[in-house]
């Protein structure tokens, strides 16, 4: 509800232009299937008072385009990290393979800027945080580069769970197919 507050006070920035969003009804239902239990919610639909686009706020435990929460997300490439392939990620966390294999595949191909991104995040947030030691995998690296920076947002903001940190350090686009969305840390 704290996005909701800050919507209608003005205080949230359009993406395109920095002008303030306003708000301007809501987005059609949508279902976030999660291993604790899914649900069903109504996003906010903004309008920019400066350009006119219209945006959609996504919840911080989702991503944007996909369907599973974004700690379900996190298990797996934390998984794939360590070695698991998506059969048997696919298996625990009870989705199809072919989702989970699209998820690894996805992320894979942006590994690289996820671990420059969740790098710079890491620095910004906390200067003195310890080096990633290479390992070999762009997607190991990729997925201690995110480690490193949500434990830094742990130590500067207070307890904040690892994957909506990460939903929220990418505006939703974690897995998205554009080219690099995301804004970096001031």
Known sequence: MAVEVELVAGRLGCPGCGEALAPWGRARERELRSRDGGRRFCPRRTI????????????????????????????????????????????????????????????????????????????????????IIPTGSVVADAVEAIGLAAASAVRQLGPVDPWRFVSAATAGRLLSNTSCPWVGPA
């Open 48 to 131: 920019c008072s400066g350009c006119g686009t219209t945006h959609v706020l996504s919840p911080a435990d989702s991503l944007v385009r996909r369907r599973d929460a974004v700690s379900d997300i996190g298990h797996a490439l934390v998984a794939r990290a360590a070695g698991s392939g998506h059969r048997a990620i696919a298996a625990v966390l009870g989705r199809e393979r072919t989702t989970v294999r699209g998820w690894l595949r996805r992320f894979a191909l942006v590994a690289v800027r996820v671990r420059e991104h969740f790098t710079r995040w890491a620095l910004a947030l906390d200067p003195m945080t310890a080096p």
